[in-house]
Nanobody, 121 residues
Framework: EVQLVESGGGLVQAGGSLRLSCAAS????????IGWFRQAPGKEREGVSC????????YYADSVKGRFTISSDNAKNTVYLQMNSLKPEDTAVYYC??????????????WGQGTQVTVSS
């Protein structure tokens, strides 16, 4: 059974940091790209950052470049999203997902349950 389990969300003040974790199981980790997506109320789900487990190539949305860092620990089948200099507009439910390529939601097949990130001003 494919499982993606997010953790690390919470409430933080603007300028603060959080680290999200995504623990994956039930599929061959190296064969997939793992991505972080977010969805704020009334908005579409968007790709935040994605990483290829095979070659480590990464993608960042323009809105998070220089503030967020994605990394992968293939030995633990876990992907992290380090989020620094958080802004109120980063507030959303953050989802971890596994897919074949790219960083657009429709390219991803398996999804976690999501973790809430709230940034207060």
């Amino acid at each position: 059974e494919v499982q993606l389990v997010e953790s690390g969300g919470g409430l933080v003040q603007a300028g603060g940091s959080l680290r999200l974790s995504c623990a994956a199981s039930g599929f061959t980790f190296d064969d997939y790209a793992i991505g972080w997506f977010r969805q704020a109320p009334g908005k579409e789900r968007e790709g935040v950052s994605c990483i290829s487990s095979s070659d480590g190539s990464t993608y960042y949305a323009d809105s998070v470049k220089g503030r967020f860092t994605i990394s992968s620990d293939n030995a633990k089948n876990t992907v992290y999203l380090q989020m620094n200099s958080l802004k109120p507009e980063d507030t959303a439910v953050y989802y971890c997902a596994a897919g074949s390529q790219g960083c657009r939601p429709y390219e991803y097949d398996y999804w976690g349950q999501g973790t809430q990130v709230t940034v207060s001003s």
